[in-house]
């Protein structure tokens, strides 16, 4: 791997993304919105606005990330240019890790705008330090690029990517704890829900929410969501082929 | 067959032949493509060299296997059997990816980026890191002069022309300096002036950078313009000569007429077995001295 590799791409995919000033606006105005959205629904139970908030805030970038990348990188594998790009001195590694980067930091700008407006103007009530919040929601970002990644090598063409998102999220959705709690769920429910990276990731933001340190849980699940971010890019680097069949 | 089995010199009267070993040798080079159990022989066993420092023209119909020959070359295609020697190395081997230049033949180029943008990246992707910044800087505009795009170079490729993102693609190939050069129809759908000044620089490249460039098309005559000639069919090599010797020995007034001549050839050939086969299977041994 080379790191000024690994840095041009980065920079060539926010460059690409610069050309696309709707999907930017999308990216980081939807969860803004639909915070906001939450806001006034629960706006008889705040209490229930700060649980349901605080895991949205983990759960927005996850399924951002998870759209743009598979997105982007069916574009590439289609468009021929993944092709080139391998014929050319390019690790796998430094193509990831690029795009890694790039939506990284497109996740961080999104974190900040919606934590931000969370914490001070929607009166989102976190006990914890907003950082810790910052945290899980990048590592989050990392996770969702890392799953996009992955599928993407599985679909065909847009149409079949786009049908992985309910696929691949919504049962992390309905499993992660944000409609039930875990615990309550029927027993081999439970046990999906303990294999899957959402529910760490949701169970991460409630530690935030209701406590003042950072707690062994919370960095448990930091770590859990992290290795599997890491292990899906590792499955996802494996998926870009030298060679075509 | 009419192959050259031997390896360096071209029998025929083709000029001064390649010095130190061939930019491409192929020996019993055989590819099946598809997946699980049904995979097609798409290249059948088949032996050619490129010439360094010379233009190669891989000439056939669509489908004959060019696109894939051109993969197996440049290392991108799989289950590649056979011998393959790719400027002295086997082909796909990690030291040749930044000596090959490789366009398909879609142009692969982003089409949400600027000309330049697009060459930006993939010079940094050749030349890594901030001390190589000017040599990039200058290779990228050499290669937008090169197609002729610099009063293009700040349009975003999906707003050009066909033509104008071919030769984008083109541009990427030619970074770099690349000792081989191969192009897969690299003028498909261009318009005459265009292809004549793209043949231009092509020759210019060979002749001034001393690059081998292999290059395909299905247009004919496309082939005069080459110094030597690959003509394929249904994955075998029909031919390999330099299109002088090729009119001569088919006794034709172009390469098409050549190719064509030598398509009918085969056909003839490959029908009388299989009429023979038919014969011989129901049962009619009187016709066996036609049958290999």
Same mark, same amino acid.
């Given at each position: 791997?080379?790191?000024?590799?690994?840095?041009?791409?980065?920079?060539?995919?926010?460059?690409?993304?610069?050309?696309?000033?709707?999907?930017?606006?999308?990216?980081?105005?939807?969860?803004?919105?639909?915070?906001?959205?939450?806001?006034?629904?629960?706006?008889?139970?705040?209490?229930?606005?700060?649980?349901?908030?605080?895991?949205?805030?983990?759960?927005?970038?996850?399924?951002?990330?998870?759209?743009?990348?598979?997105?982007?990188?069916?574009?590439?594998?289609?468009?021929?240019?993944?092709?080139?790009?391998?014929?050319?001195?390019?690790?796998?590694?430094?193509?990831?890790?690029?795009?890694?980067?790039?939506?990284?930091?497109?996740?961080?700008?999104?974190?900040?705008?919606?934590?931000?407006?969370?914490?001070?103007?929607?009166?989102?009530?976190?006990?914890?330090?907003?950082?810790?919040?910052?945290?899980?929601?990048?590592?989050?970002?990392?996770?969702?690029?890392?799953?996009?990644?992955?599928?993407?090598?599985?679909?065909?063409?847009?149409?079949?990517?786009?049908?992985?998102?309910?696929?691949?999220?919504?049962?992390?959705?309905?499993?992660?704890?944000?409609?039930?709690?875990?615990?309550?769920?029927?027993?081999?429910?439970?046990?999906?829900?303990?294999?899957?990276?959402?529910?760490?990731?949701?169970?991460?933001?409630?530690?935030?929410?209701?406590?003042?340190?950072?707690?062994?849980?919370?960095?448990?699940?930091?770590?859990?969501?992290?290795?599997?971010?890491?292990?899906?890019?590792?499955?996802?680097?494996?998926?870009?082929?030298?060679?075509?069949? | 067959?009419?192959?050259?089995?031997?390896?360096?010199?071209?029998?025929?009267?083709?000029?001064?032949?390649?010095?130190?070993?061939?930019?491409?040798?192929?020996?019993?080079?055989?590819?099946?493509?598809?997946?699980?159990?049904?995979?097609?022989?798409?290249?059948?066993?088949?032996?050619?060299?490129?010439?360094?420092?010379?233009?190669?023209?891989?000439?056939?119909?669509?489908?004959?296997?060019?696109?894939?020959?051109?993969?197996?070359?440049?290392?991108?295609?799989?289950?590649?059997?056979?011998?393959?020697?790719?400027?002295?190395?086997?082909?796909?081997?990690?030291?040749?990816?930044?000596?090959?230049?490789?366009?398909?033949?879609?142009?692969?180029?982003?089409?949400?980026?600027?000309?330049?943008?697009?060459?930006?990246?993939?010079?940094?992707?050749?030349?890594?890191?901030?001390?190589?910044?000017?040599?990039?800087?200058?290779?990228?505009?050499?290669?937008?002069?090169?197609?002729?795009?610099?009063?293009?170079?700040?349009?975003?490729?999906?707003?050009?022309?066909?033509?104008?993102?071919?030769?984008?693609?083109?541009?990427?190939?030619?970074?770099?300096?690349?000792?081989?050069? *191969?192009? $897969? #129809?690299?003028?498909?759908?261009? /318009?005459?002036? =265009?292809? &004549?000044?793209?043949?231009? %620089?092509?020759? !210019?490249?060979?002749?001034?950078?001393?690059?081998?460039?292999?290059?395909?098309?299905? *247009?004919? $005559? #496309?082939?005069?313009?080459?110094? /030597?000639?690959? =003509?394929? &069919?249904?994955?075998?090599? %029909?031919?390999? !000569?330099?299109?002088?010797?090729?009119?001569?020995?088919?006794?034709?007034?172009?390469?098409?007429?050549?190719?064509?001549?030598?398509?009918?050839?085969?056909?003839?050939?490959?029908?009388?077995?299989?009429?023979?086969?038919?014969?011989?299977?129901?049962?009619?041994?009187?016709?066996?001295?036609?049958?290999?």
């Amino acid at each position: 791997m080379s790191a000024a590799r690994t840095t041009a791409t980065a920079a060539r995919v926010l460059r690409q993304l610069r050309h696309d000033p709707r999907s930017i606006a999308l990216m980081l105005l939807v969860p803004v919105l639909m915070l906001t959205l939450l806001r006034f629904v629960f706006d008889g139970s705040p209490r229930t606005f700060d649980s349901i908030g605080a895991s949205l805030l983990g759960i927005f970038p996850l399924i951002t990330m998870f759209l743009v990348t598979s997105i982007a990188t069916l574009r590439e594998r289609t468009s021929g240019t993944l092709e080139r790009l391998l014929a050319m001195p390019l690790g796998k590694g430094d193509l990831i890790a690029g795009y890694a980067l790039a939506f990284g930091a497109v996740a961080v700008v999104q974190s900040l705008l919606a934590t931000g407006l969370a914490l001070w103007l929607l009166g989102l009530d976190v006990v914890g330090s907003p950082w810790l919040l910052l945290l899980v929601a990048l590592l989050d970002a990392l996770l969702g690029t890392a799953l996009g990644l992955f599928v993407s090598a599985f679909a065909a063409s847009e149409f079949q990517a786009v049908q992985f998102m309910p696929a691949v999220i919504f049962p992390q959705l309905l499993l992660c704890g944000l409609f039930a709690a875990r615990d309550t769920m029927q027993p081999v429910l439970e046990g999906i829900s303990d294999v899957l990276p959402m529910s760490y990731a949701v169970d991460g933001m409630t530690q935030v929410l209701t406590h003042t340190d950072m707690t062994a849980d919370f960095v448990r699940d930091a770590v859990i969501v992290a290795a599997c971010a890491l292990l899906v890019l590792a499955l996802g680097a494996a998926t870009l082929r030298r060679r075509t069949p | 067959m009419m192959n050259n089995p031997q390896a360096p010199p071209p029998d025929d009267s083709a000029p001064p032949a390649a010095p130190a070993p061939p930019a491409v040798h192929a020996r019993g080079l055989t590819v099946r493509r598809g997946t699980g159990r049904s995979p097609r022989t798409v290249i059948d066993s088949i032996a050619f060299d490129v010439p360094r420092g010379r233009i190669t023209g891989l000439l056939g119909p669509s489908g004959c296997g060019k696109s894939t020959l051109m993969r197996s070359i440049v290392g991108t295609q799989a289950h590649v059997t056979g011998t393959l020697d790719v400027l002295g190395r086997p082909a796909g081997h990690p030291g040749l990816r930044s000596r090959i230049g490789y366009v398909t033949q879609a142009p692969s180029v982003y089409d949400d980026l600027t000309v330049r943008q697009n060459l930006d990246y993939f010079a940094a992707v050749l030349h890594p890191g901030r001390a190589a910044a000017d040599r990039r800087r200058d290779t990228v505009t050499r290669a937008i002069a090169d197609v002729d795009l610099t009063s293009r170079a700040g349009a975003l490729a999906g707003n050009l022309s066909g033509g104008q993102r071919s030769r984008v693609s083109l541009a990427v190939a030619l970074l770099g300096t690349p000792e081989l050069l *191969v192009l $897969d #129809e690299p003028t498909v759908g261009l /318009d005459p002036v =265009l292809r &004549r000044d793209l043949w231009n %620089l092509f020759h !210019d490249i060979a002749a001034t950078r001393g690059a081998t460039i292999l290059v395909s098309s299905h *247009v004919m $005559d #496309e082939a005069e313009r080459c110094h /030597d000639l690959l =003509l394929m &069919r249904e994955g075998r090599i %029909l031919a390999q !000569d330099t299109p002088d010797a090729l009119r001569t020995r088919t006794r034709s007034a172009t390469v098409e007429e050549g190719f064509l001549r030598l398509v009918d050839e085969a056909n003839a050939t490959a029908n009388a077995h299989t009429h023979a086969d038919a014969l011989a299977d129901a049962g009619a041994d009187a016709k066996s001295e036609v049958t290999r």
